[in-house]
């Protein structure tokens, strides 16, 4: 959920960098209370889908290994659901609580080996079942309020906070190194495929920025556009890139037949088999 942010938009380290495109290939999607939506890197919106409106969404990722996205909607417990980025159809999981001292969901999180966590504001870190919301296991990091989890293409893991600290995060025990704190406030976060970190920098009010910074240089932060959310006033509370997600090759048939690709090389060993016979045969002739 969003922590109380200073009034305005507050970057403390933009600089007059360039503008970020969203990698080939892979989609920028965001999440309002109500709509899910698809974001150019100017931060201009597209209406996908209605959402269940039941709670804030602040906290979506995509899994690279299945090509499924995830949200979740607070509460207590948080409602973890599926969604298709293509379409915005999504389907409820189950509830993710139960554990002592969590307190509510603020960050969503899908490794690159499709291990599903969700963190709260306090620090503390689930890894969830993706087929039953079920908490696996917890650890409970240092870093203060949590407002997302994301990881780089390299495999390195990275938080933000709502107090505008990046973090590298440490899944196993829980342990974050501040990377940069002159960001002035992350309200949601996602990396892409290419490296890019693209940020919400405030979910509190209507005319919410996208930006973007390098992983390389944190302090090189750039304003992308203003986000409209297509659905009135509602803000921008969660974002999701897709990317990396390499659907399996189509199997063949239990027909017993071979495929069409082999017949030929298959045709050829025979020929040259029957060839290679016919000559054997000849020789003990002569």
Known sequence: MAAAAAAGLLILGASPASAADIPAGDGLYAFSFSTFFGLAAD???????????????????????????????DGEPCRLYTIDPTTGASAFVGTVGGVTDFNECDALNVAADGTLRIADQDGIVLTVDKATGAVLSSVVSDIPSISFISQAPDGTFYAGSYDGGLYTLDVATGAGTLVDGTV????????????????????????????SLSLSDPTDVTFQGDVASTDGCESTYAILATGGYVPPAPQLAATGSAPATLVAPIAALVLLAGVGALAVSRRRAA
């Open 43 to 73: 931060g201009s919106a597209t209406a996908i889908a209605g959402l269940p409106d039941d709670g804030g969404k602040y906290g979506a990722d995509y899994d690279s290994t299945t090509g499924v996205g995830y949200f979740f909607e």
């Open 184 to 211: 002035g406030y992350f309200e949601t976060g996602v990396i892409d495929t290419a490296g890019t970190l693209w940020f919400i920098s405030d979910g509190d009010d209507c005319g919410v920025g996208l930006w």
